[in-house]
C-alpha cells in the first residue's frame, strides 16, 4: 500500500518571499504520479501542480515549483513570491496508473500562512 | 456542468438519523470518487464509480454506508443510522482520464 507523508502541520512565511513544504512517499510501483492539492477555506481541493514520476524535469506552474527526488520518493513544493491568496492547507497526494483509475493517497497536510 | 457540484453544503443530522449526499461531477466524466476527510486531516478513499459501475468500496467503514450512481452521472452517498463519528466533510471528486481529479466543494457532515 502507498502511503504519503507530510511532516510539517503547520508553515508560514512572510508575503513575497519563498517558502518550501515537504512531502515523502513509500511505494514499489514504478509509474504514479504525484500533486500537490491547495485547500482554502472553502473546502474546494484545487491543484496546484503535478509530476509524472517517468519525468524526470521538475515541474514548474508559475510560482509554484516542485523538487522531485524518486530514489529518495520526495517531492517538495516550493511556493515563489507567496502572495496572502496562498494562504491555505497544501496536501501532497500520489495516484498509481499501473492499473487504471485509481483513488488518490493523500497526505495529512500542512497549513500555511502568509504574513503581511 | 462547469464543475462538480455537491449538496448540500452543510448537513447537521441527528445520531441516528439517515443522511443523503449529493454529488453532480462534470459531464462526461467516467470516473467517480467520494473521499472521507475528518477535522484537521487528508481525504480518505471511500469508494470508486466507473460509469455506474461501483468497482471499489474498500474505503467504505461500515455497512450503514452506501453509494449509488445508477445512470452513470449523479451519485448520492447514503449514511444510515449515523454516529458522532461520522462527522466529517464529505468530498466527491470525478476525473476523464484519471491523470487529474477535479473536487467538488464537499458536504459537511455534523452529526449531533
Known amino acids: 500500500a502507498q502511503t504519503v507523508t507530510q511532516s510539517q502541520p503547520e508553515m508560514s512565511v512572510q508575503e513575497a518571499e519563498t517558502v518550501t513544504l515537504s512531502c515523502t512517499y513509500d511505494?514499489?510501483?514504478?509509474?504514479?504520479?504525484l500533486f500537490w492539492y491547495k485547500q482554502p477555506p472553502s473546502r474546494q481541493m484545487i491543484l496546484v501542480i503535478r509530476?509524472?514520476?517517468?519525468?524526470?524535469q521538475n515541474a514548474t506552474e508559475n510560482r509554484f515549483s516542485v523538487n522531485f527526488q524518486k530514489a529518495a520518493k520526495s517531492f517538495s513544493l516550493k511556493i515563489s513570491d507567496s502572495q496572502l491568496g496562498d494562504t491555505a492547507m497544501y496536501f501532497c497526494?500520489?495516484?498509481?496508473?499501473?492499473?487504471?483509475?485509481?483513488?488518490?493517497?493523500f497526505g495529512k497536510g500542512t497549513r500555511l500562512s502568509v504574513i503581511a | 456542468g462547469a464543475g462538480v457540484s455537491q449538496s448540500p453544503r452543510y448537513k447537521v443530522a441527528k445520531r441516528g438519523q439517515d443522511v443523503a449526499l449529493r454529488c453532480d461531477p462534470i459531464s462526461g466524466h467516467v470516473s467517480l470518487f467520494w473521499y472521507q476527510q475528518a477535522l484537521g486531516q487528508g481525504p480518505e478513499f471511500l469508494t470508486y464509480?466507473?460509469?455506474?459501475?461501483?468497482?471499489?468500496k474498500s474505503g467504505l467503514p461500515s455497512d450503514r454506508f452506501f453509494a449509488e450512481r445508477p445512470e452513470g452521472s449523479v451519485s448520492t452517498l447514503k449514511i444510515q443510522r449515523t454516529q458522532q463519528e461520522d462527522s466529517a466533510v464529505y468530498l466527491c471528486?470525478?476525473?476523464?482520464?484519471?491523470?487529474?481529479?477535479?473536487f467538488g466543494q464537499g458536504t459537511r457532515l455534523t452529526v449531533v
Open positions: 464509480f466507473q460509469n455506474e459501475a461501483q468497482l471499489d
Open positions: 511505494t514499489s510501483e514504478n509509474n504514479y504520479y
Open positions: 471528486a470525478s476525473s476523464q482520464t484519471g491523470a487529474e481529479a477535479f
Open positions: 497526494a500520489f495516484i498509481s496508473r499501473n492499473s487504471g483509475n485509481t483513488p488518490l493517497v
Open positions: 509530476q509524472e514520476a517517468y519525468k524526470q
